[in-house]
């Protein structure tokens, strides 16, 4: 997860409309890992989305702004709001050490979609501050001078950050979004929600069973009656 990839944004709701309706949903578990898009970038280095396209993909500002118009009309296809004027760009590191956070209290899934929607719907800009941070993270449900002490110690966190990096070099993630099913099979882009639905079906499909190793001389075990007291 990039919380600053507007396609991060888009592909985590077309993933979640296949898993809806994958028939093994409920043994799917979903991880969330981190990654950066400016890993460089300094904290309160914030400027304008388009000016930043313009800059590191040498661009012209229409070409960005279509760029924009072009995602906006790709969220609103999955039911999500975007502006696509007025969006900032800034060093997302702190966010992902409060995900880390968060995922420790069981609020990461709540915290995560409030950050992308404070990114990509709303006016105000989610790097005005860690008092920004602290309400989105209060709104998930952290406590706020938790979500504060985290903020206030730099490296709280932060191994976690570069770990979840690290094994995406590992795994041969050079962007995002990238999804991994089962360590077996990686799923690049935001692709339509018809391809996720196909991966999760082959992944869980080819699965390896278990083989019971029997030995034939009835050894005895506990079921769900209990456990049968041998006879003497």
Known sequence: MALGCPWCYVGKARFE???RDFPYRDEVEVVHRSFELDPGRAKGDVQPVITMLTKKYGMSAAQAEAGEDNLGAQAAAEGLDYRTRGRDHGSTFDMHRLLHFAKEQNRQEQLLDLLY?????EERSLFDGDERLVELAVAAGLEAAAVRAVLADA???ADDVRAD?????QLG?????F??????YGVSGAQPA???AQALTQAYGERPSLEIVDGGD???ACGPDGCAVPQH
Do not use: C, I, M
């Open 155 to 157: 490296e709280a966190y």
């Open 17 to 19: 409309k296949a898993l």
């Open 117 to 121: 929607r404070a990114n990509f719907a």
């Open 194 to 196: 018809e391809v996720f």
């Open 218 to 220: 009835g050894a005895d």
């Open 173 to 177: 993630a050079s962007g995002v979004p």
């Open 179 to 184: 999804f991994v099913l089962d360590r077996t």
């Open 165 to 169: 990096e690290r094994e995406a070099a």
